[in-house]
Nanobody, 124 residues
Framework: QVQLVESGGGLVQAGGSLRLSCAAS????????MGWFRQAPGNEREFVAAITWNGGRTYYTDSVKGRFTISRDNAKNTVYLQMNSLKPEDTAVYYCAARPGYRIYDDSSSYNYWGQGTQVTVSS
């Protein structure tokens, strides 16, 4: 079992940047593929990005390609989401998620463990 804690959210103006972190504990971090999801008020939780256990493969939803970068540091048991050129429509609670194994998925039901979320607010 793995515990996940997100940090790095906040309020930023449109065009600005934030870096989210997700620290994992309780299990061997490199055994897990990791994902970032987000949920805006009134919306369903949606996929943002995912990364394989060794960082060899990444996958992004179309709306963040070229602006967001997912990465991980297995020595620090941490996955990151670098968010640049932020837009008001990126405003949401951002969650990291983990699933054991190599494959990465873009559906939330494929992930077993979730953090508590961190709020990102982008003002226009």
């Amino acid at each position: 079992q793995v515990q996940l804690v997100e940090s790095g959210g906040g309020l930023v103006q449109a065009g600005g940047s934030l870096r989210l972190s997700c620290a994992a504990s309780g299990s061997t971090f490199s055994n897990y593929a990791m994902g970032w999801f987000r949920q805006a008020p009134g919306n369903e939780r949606e996929f943002v990005a995912a990364i394989t256990w060794n960082g060899g493969r990444t996958y992004y939803t179309d709306s963040v390609k070229g602006r967001f970068t997912i990465s991980r540091d297995n020595a620090k048991n941490t996955v990151y989401l670098q968010m640049n050129s932020l837009k008001p429509e990126d405003t949401a609670v951002y969650y990291c998620a983990a699933r054991p194994g190599y494959r990465i998925y873009d559906d939330s039901s494929s992930y077993n463990y979730w953090g508590q979320g961190t709020q990102v607010t982008v003002s226009s």
